[in-house]
């Protein structure tokens, strides 16, 4: 485990990806992030973000990658994610998100891997995530799923 900071752009000079890794950040997560409309990569993992995942996230419309992980991140999964339908890796494991999982987990059908393991979920499991045919991944343990 290291710190890593760095962005890449595409020829244009749009930024792409953000990733921000065990830089030991603070305070929530900027709702201007969803300014960046060519940004496909977005992972703040391993920092001390807290408060709610911005519903403006959803604006990214060309995200494909995802990772909030190990962060103290509270609340439900915002509603307005299930517009990123290019989502392929979704990560927000080792938070304190709750609620119940949302039916719209199951419009990401080019989800491969979707970890949402030690949070404080509750409830059964959506049907809708029958539809995730590319998943390859699911971590779910340490909730209070039924």
């Not at 030690?118 to 499991?125: D, E, I, K, M, Q």
Request: charged share 10%; glycine share 12%; hydrophobic share 40%.
């Amino acid at each position: 485990f290291g710190i890593y900071c760095g962005y890449s752009a595409s020829t244009e000079g749009l930024i792409q990806s953000i990733v921000l890794i065990g830089n030991g950040l603070a305070g929530s997560i900027p709702w201007e992030l969803s300014l960046l409309a060519h940004v496909e990569i977005l992972n703040f993992g391993f920092n001390a973000l807290r408060g709610s995942i911005p519903t403006e996230l959803g604006d990214l419309t060309n995200m494909m990658y995802l990772s909030l992980r190990l962060n103290t991140l509270v609340g439900t999964i915002p509603t307005e994610l299930a517009r990123l339908t290019r989502l392929t890796y979704l990560d927000l494991h080792d938070n304190s998100l709750e609620g119940t999982l949302p039916p719209l987990l199951g419009r990401f059908t080019l989800l491969t891997g979707l970890l949402l393991d030690n949070n404080f979920f509750t409830g059964t499991l959506p049907t809708e995530l029958g539809q995730l045919v590319s998943l390859t991944g699911l971590g779910l343990y340490f909730n209070n799923l039924e």
